[in-house]
């Protein structure tokens, strides 16, 4: 079961920093990602990295401003956004895979990932 939370209304410019708690699983052996949904748009991916966090990938929209990190002992995966602008405006979804060569190969793909938290929902103010 994955947990997100963390999201709310923020100043274009600001920050903000969601969390996903892992329960029910080995969240070390997973690899980690965030997607995203704003209204009207298909999920896309934010970032991700593996369970050692030595890997980490970014989509160029957020590249920069974003910074995806986890605490193996926590079960817990952060995402801090900085420099927010309204179109990062959405629901924001935590995802876990277990880590293989397919799901470290296609990490910018929803459809590898088999878990999925409920989504909390990110609304930037301009």
């Known amino acids: 079961q994955l947990q997100a939370s963390g999201g709310g209304l923020v100043q274009t410019g600001g920050p903000l920093r969601l969390s996903c708690v892992v329960s029910g699983r080995t969240f070390s052996s997973y690899m980690m990602g965030w997607f995203r949904q704003a209204p009207g748009k298909e999920r896309e991916f934010v970032a991700a990295?593996?369970?050692?966090?030595?890997?980490?990938y970014y989509a160029y929209s957020v590249k920069g401003r974003f910074t995806i990190s986890r605490d193996n002992a926590k079960n817990t995966v952060y995402l801090q956004l900085n420099s927010l602008k309204p179109e990062d405006t959405a629901v924001y979804y935590c995802?876990?895979?277990?880590?293989?060569?397919?799901?470290?190969?296609?990490?910018?793909?929803?459809?590898?990932?088999?878990?999925w938290g409920q989504g909390t929902l990110v609304t930037v103010s301009s």
């Open positions: 990295n593996t369970w050692n966090g030595g890997s980490t």
């Open positions: 995802a876990a895979v277990q880590r293989t060569y397919y799901s470290s190969t296609y990490y910018d793909n929803a459809s590898v990932y088999d878990y």
